[in-house]
């Protein structure tokens, strides 16, 4: 049973345009909420998180938006640009003292000049 | 600072062959883990390791072992390789505490 559901499995921006990739989870015992970027041939590496307790959390161009009435976050890219296309993951940690993150099945992005 | 080392980066099997993925950090990071990525599919955790000596298994730990003698090292090994196991393999660490994973560049695992 996929415990986080991310949506949509692609996604084509334009250069300049907004990208916006959402993510639902159903255990209420997650408490931290990172997401992964990756490009081809390379690992996925930490672009931003949140924790339960905050709504939104921007670093520069990044935004992650968390609605826990809804058990939804999101990640928003401004401005998107072609060297942001890559591979988005969404994660959930399951709980305090867990070390393990259940990861969404990812969004390729691809940003067209 | 390496981070985290996986080798070999690709690899070809034949059917029934076994082999070791390894891995190692110098981090000094309490929690690893291993991940196998396919299309459509996300990332599945095989097994994982809260310390030496400490392992436990994952969503999908069928097929592979591990092992952890050390802080560093962290191998996943293939027992009878299937067609199946065909796969992008990622080794992923986290410090005490947790702080986030760092994912090694993967080993691409290709059973003929």
């Known amino acids: 049973q996929q415990q986080v559901k991310q949506s949509p499995q692609s996604l084509i921006v334009q250069k300049g345009g907004i990208s916006i990739i959402n993510c639902a989870y159903e255990n209420t015992a997650f408490d931290y909420f990172p997401w992964y970027q990756q490009f081809p041939g390379k690992g996925p590496a930490l672009l931003i998180a949140i924790r339960p307790d905050v709504s939104e959390k921007k670093e520069g161009r990044f935004t992650i938006s968390f609605n826990k009435s809804a058990k939804q976050f999101s990640l928003h890219i401004m401005d998107s640009q072609p060297g942001d296309s890559a591979t988005y993951f969404c994660?959930?940690?399951?709980?305090?003292?867990?070390?393990?993150?259940?990861f969404g099945k990812g969004t390729k992005l691809s940003v067209i000049p | 600072n390496a981070g985290v080392t996986q080798t070999p980066k690709f690899q070809v099997l034949k059917t029934g062959q076994s082999m070791t993925l390894q891995c190692a950090q110098d981090m000094n990071h309490e929690y690893m883990s291993w991940y196998r990525q396919d299309p459509g599919m996300g990332l599945r955790l095989i097994h994982y390791s809260v310390g030496a000596g400490i392992t436990d298994q994952g969503e999908v730990p069928n097929g592979y072992n591990v092992s952890r003698s050390t802080t560093e090292d962290f191998p996943l090994r293939l027992l009878s390789a299937a067609p199946s196991q065909t796969s992008v393999y990622f080794c992923a660490s986290s410090p005490q505490g947790f702080g986030g994973y760092t994912f090694g560049s993967g080993t691409r695992l290709t059973v003929v």
């Open positions: 994660a959930a940690k399951n709980g305090a003292g867990s070390y393990q993150l259940t």
